[in-house]
């Protein structure tokens, strides 16, 4: 044996280094991979309620100014971007995603009453079946109708879910290089040890 530390000693010390080390860069690496994720999420979301926002103002100077807004509205057929033209009863005159004469009055709904007293309002509700929040903004129109739009967003798990590939190959390849780093330093602070 060395003149340091006993063989069985320098193995323990060694093993308990080595853990200590991986396990502390393995959960600076999941809090850093998850902070990552929630700045990710809020970005996504700010340029979400930017855009949507955005696009319905100019959308409802639009529909102000025409005398058939439904020509105007062809353009979200089929597209991610729900539009729907709700009257000033709450009764639905069209939307692009499914029939208008078959859906129940809004009139009760956050945004919708909102923007009847302010002129904009938005709201968010989150659908457990598809794992998505879906942001709703809607504007006052001149004769008292609202027009609002609407947009499905990933949530956190949903983002996570679809970088998980990503994700996976990342934290290989962290596990990798902490259990190689762990080592190298391990063996750097018992050397001296081994000499004393």
């Known amino acids: 044996t060395q003149a340091g530390l006993p ?12 853990r200590s ?3 502390t860069v393995l959960l600076a690496a999941l809090c850093i991979g998850l902070l990552l994720m929630l700045s990710l999420y809020q970005l ?20 102000n100014q025409a005398r058939e807004p439904q020509v105007l509205f062809e353009a979200f057929d089929g597209s991610s ?8 009863d709450g009764n639905v005159r069209y ?11 809004h009139l009760d709904r956050p945004e919708i009453q909102e923007a009847l007293k302010d002129g904009f309002g938005s709201s968010s509700r989150f659908s457990t079946t598809l794992g998505k929040e879906t942001l709703y903004f809607a504007a006052r129109l001149e004769d008292g109708g609202i027009l609002r739009m609407s947009s499905a967003q990933t949530s956190v798990v ?12 990342v934290a290989l390849a962290v596990v990798i290089l902490s259990m190689v780093l762990s080592h190298r ?4 602070i018992i050397r001296p040890l081994n000499h004393l």
Do not use: C, H, P
């Not at 979400?48 to 100077?61: G, N, P």
């Not at 939307?95 to 009055?105: C, I, L, T, V």
């Open 158 to 169: 949903g983002l996570i879910l679809q970088m998980l590939q990503i994700f996976i190959l």
């Open 81 to 88: 971007t729900r539009l729907t033209w709700i009257d000033a």
């Open 7 to 18: 063989a069985g000693g320098q193995r323990k010390m060694r093993r308990k280094i080595y």
């Open 21 to 23: 080390m991986l396990l």
């Open 44 to 63: 996504f979301t700010g340029q979400l309620r930017s855009s949507l926002s955005s696009e319905l103002k100019f959308m409802a100077a639009a529909v």
């Open 95 to 105: 939307d692009s995603d499914a029939n208008a004469s078959r859906m129940e009055n």
């Open 185 to 188: 330093i391990t063996d750097s």
